[in-house]
């Protein structure tokens, strides 16, 4: 007997999660010195199949573990750190995520690393600067024309460039390397200081009112602890003070600290709104840095040398050695959730990664996701109230428009256009919000009834108006030139129907000539520093106009619009999509809250055919928390999320016949396996059948037991993807926010 384990003791393996499709991760060889050097998160290149790839360590096995039987196994080709670069916590989150979320557990882990980390560069590689020793060379490199070059570069700067910058200009390390070996360049190592700077105050705090310093102390007495908040209070009621003085008390115990917030766009405003509070490194993750920059930024958080992580979704994956708070702010928005691959919630993932940390956790927004009512309704989040904006202000007025009996001009009621010309004339600033970019989202001939429709998709086309007058479907990309005549009855009779911003863009310039109006949407945003430059506009007291979709609405102060109107949110009322109306609900207080944060009253104006619908009735007559009440009441009636636990599965083929084929058989397993714990809806087509020339169809599961749910799903998913057609697409989406 004893043999066994005299032989299996000699091999020393570690377990790695590689970089491909595929739900395992894979054990790997390696010597004994190897493996006493070997750390748990640091990084090893291997080869898998024919590729080589940089792997992350995830386990190192004992003698005594089994080996796979399956696998012949490989020695790893080289070890690429010498310490861990992920710790524990985060390896933890990384395979929490890959199970929840029925995701390859070695792309999860990948994301927890910046671009060139996983390139498998050296993690000293922003300190390595290359140096020309022999200036006189040029002989002894020519035979290799990348080298010459190299070599060339290098020369233009005799005390040296750093290897990012030389990588950057296309000289690889490798050749660097060759180089190298000849003696005639040479590798200086700049010290990197990964050294924390002790945190000061640059500014004093604000006077906290009451229902701010009660949130303060609460949140304080739990501040050792997992404790889970949400700060639910109205736009300008202070929220942000909150959080710079909880994270005050934080920052001076040497922790740090991780905010979230869901776009790009808002960094810039709350990273200066930090800086102007505390003295010590701040650093933002997200994906518009470049490689070099994004590689510091993640270096100072995974050293502790940064205080304060300033990120966008993915930054939750970040290693932190001494992680003592997270914030996520306007955490009802969708952006935290990743619609496409690994389609994982920054909310849910950044709450298991406190408890995980046993730090605690703080969502705020002035309107709360129904998810975390029910949360907190269930006692597993602190629901604390802001009702006070700063300053005395009031929430603005909505008043409500009935589109069917108003009198307008270009879709815009008389009594909206006469606000207008009042603001404009107090010199104040306007607000339309329209969420629907584009001249026109309906061509169509007034003669047949032909209408211009994607021919891959179940979409009509919009028409677009400039650079050039086209047809652009907003769901495939397809573009197709405008038809000069109807193609079905040849009579010059099309028409746009419906506005989209750059027709009332249009519209408003006629309304109003002598006054500047501002579009701000994908298509007029799209030009790197264009964002920046409107938003310089808008800080000046000038009176304008300010036209947009939902870029708008989003966290921005605008402290001179005094009226918000809101053209056309019925499409929203009418969806298929339960959480539709929680969106538009969402949507509506969000672009209100934009009016009246200066010193003057704000009012909103809102357009709709549906004046009667019940649920805006309930959001406007009384507020955000009564619909949001009402609405979670509904869905416990009706049994929806988050009243029951959900996953969606998206299939896709050429054929919708083989969709249905293929799902009926595959629900029908899951049926014989979980019987009545799981409710399977469908197979059904999905609201739009077609998309790019392919049909969708989908299946959802529903389930009161979150534990039951993932355990049958598990299995069954792994048999879907074993049975799975070729030519057929297959997406699991766990807790879906959006039934397209
Ligand atoms: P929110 O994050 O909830 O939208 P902010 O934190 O941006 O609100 O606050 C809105 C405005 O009110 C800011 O200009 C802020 O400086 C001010 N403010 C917040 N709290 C106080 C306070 N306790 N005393 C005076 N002004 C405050
Ligand atoms: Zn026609
Ligand atoms: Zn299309």
């Not at 690393?113 to 290359?130: C, E, F, H, I, V």
């Not at 705090?205 to 050792?224: F, G, M, S, V």
């Not at 100072?300 to 997270?326: H, V």
């Not at 920054?346 to 605690?360: I, Q, S, T």
Request: net charge positive; hydrophobic share 40%; proline share 5%.
């Amino acid at each position: 007997m004893t043999n066994i384990t005299e032989l299996s003791q000699a091999i020393y393996r570690v377990r790695v999660a590689v970089p491909v499709h595929l739900y395992d991760c894979f054990d790997y060889q390696v010597s004994a010195e190897e493996y006493s050097q070997i750390k748990m998160g640091s990084r090893v290149a291997v080869s898998f199949g024919r590729q080589n790839v940089v792997g992350i360590v995830t386990e190192k096995l004992s003698a005594e573990s089994p080996i796979d039987p399956r696998f012949k196994l490989k020695n790893i080709t080289e070890l690429l750190d010498d310490q861990p670069l992920i710790n524990d916590t985060v390896l933890k989150l990384a395979t929490w995520s890959a199970q929840y979320y029925q995701f390859p557990i070695g792309e999860v882990m990948h994301i927890t690393l910046p671009t060139l980390l996983r390139q498998g560069k050296p993690y000293n590689l922003l300190a390595r600067t290359w140096k020309v020793l022999d200036l006189d060379a040029e002989p002894r490199v020519k035979r290799s024309l990348k080298q010459l070059e190299a070599y060339k570069i290098l020369k233009l700067h005799p005390q040296g460039t750093l290897e990012t910058i030389l990588n950057l200009s296309g000289v690889e390390t490798a050749t660097l390397k060759a180089i190298e070996k000849k003696g005639l360049i040479q590798c200086q190592l700049e010290a990197q200081n990964f050294e924390p700077e002790p945190v000061q105050l640059a500014q004093m705090p604000l006077t906290a009112n009451d229902e701010q310093k009660k949130a303060i102390q609460r949140i304080l007495k739990d501040q050792k602890n997992y404790h889970a908040f949400l700060l639910d209070g109205l736009t300008g009621s202070g929220k942000t003070e909150v959080y710079l003085q909880v994270m005050h008390e934080v920052l001076k115990q040497g922790k740090q600290v991780l905010v979230l917030v869901p776009e790009i766009g808002l960094t810039p405003q709350t990273i200066s709104r930090f800086q102007s509070r505390f003295h010590c490194n701040i650093v933002l993750m997200h994906s518009g840095l470049n490689d070099a920059k994004r590689l510091q930024a993640w270096q100072y958080a995974q050293t502790g040398k940064a205080s304060i992580i300033l990120g966008t979704r993915s930054a939750i994956y970040t290693p932190m050695p001494n992680l003592g708070l997270i914030i996520l702010d306007e955490e009802h928005d969708l952006s935290f959730k990743q619609q496409e691959g690994f389609r994982y919630h920054a909310r849910d993932v950044a709450m298991y990664r406190a408890f995980l940390e046993k730090c605690p956790i703080i969502l705020g927004s002035a309107t709360p996701s129904i998810d975390s009512f029910h949360l907190a309704e269930q006692g597993k989040l602190t629901r604390m109230e802001l009702n006070h904006r700063a300053g005395g202000a009031s929430m603005p007025k909505i008043h409500l428009i009935d589109l069917k009996i108003a009198k307008k001009q270009h879709g815009i009621s008389e009594a909206l256009i006469k606000e207008v010309q009042t603001r404009l004339d107090n010199k104040e600033q306007v607000l339309i919000f329209l969420n629907r970019r584009g001249y026109a989202p309906v061509l169509i001939c007034e003669s047949c009834a032909w209408q211009a429709n994607c021919p891959h998709c179940d979409a009509h086309f919009t028409l677009h108006k400039k650079p050039y007058e086209h047809l652009h479907c907003h769901h495939c990309g397809t573009i197709n030139r405008l038809p000069d005549a109807c193609p079905q009855c040849h009579q010059n009779t099309l028409k746009p129907i419906g506005m989209g911003t750059a027709k009332v863009e249009e519209s408003l310039n006629e309304l109003f000539p002598e006054h500047k109006i501002i579009r701000v949407d994908r298509d007029s945003t799209s030009r790197v520093g264009s964002w920046q430059k409107i938003y310089d506009q808008i800080h000046k007291s000038e009176p304008m106009i300010l036209l947009g979709t939902q870029m708008l609405a989003k966290g921005h102060h605008f402290p001179y619009v005094t009226l918000v109107a809101i053209l056309d949110i019925d499409s929203g009322l009418l969806s298929v999509d339960f959480r539709a109306t929680e969106r538009t609900a969402q949507l509506i207080i969000q672009v209100a809250g934009r009016a009246g944060r200066g010193e003057k009253k704000g009012e909103v104006y809102l357009q709709t055919l549906r004046p009667d619908h019940p649920l805006l009735n309930t959001l406007i007559q009384k507020d955000y928390r009564a619909f949001a009440k009402e609405t979670l009441k509904d869905r416990q009636m009706a049994l929806l999320p988050p009243c029951r636990y959900a996953v969606l599965l998206r299939c896709e083929s050429k054929n919708q016949e083989d969709n249905q084929k293929f799902l009926t058989e595959m629900t029908e397993l899951l049926r014989q396996h979980a019987g009545d714990l799981i409710d399977i809806w469908g197979p059904i087509p999905a609201p739009m059948e077609r998309k790019a020339g392919r049909y969708q169809a989908h299946v959802v599961l529903l389930s009161l037991e979150r534990a039951k749910l993932h355990f049958y799903l598990r299995e069954w998913w792994q048999q879907v993807l074993h049975y799975k057609p070729s030519g057929m697409k297959l997406t699991i989406d766990v807790d879906p926010q959006e039934l397209s």
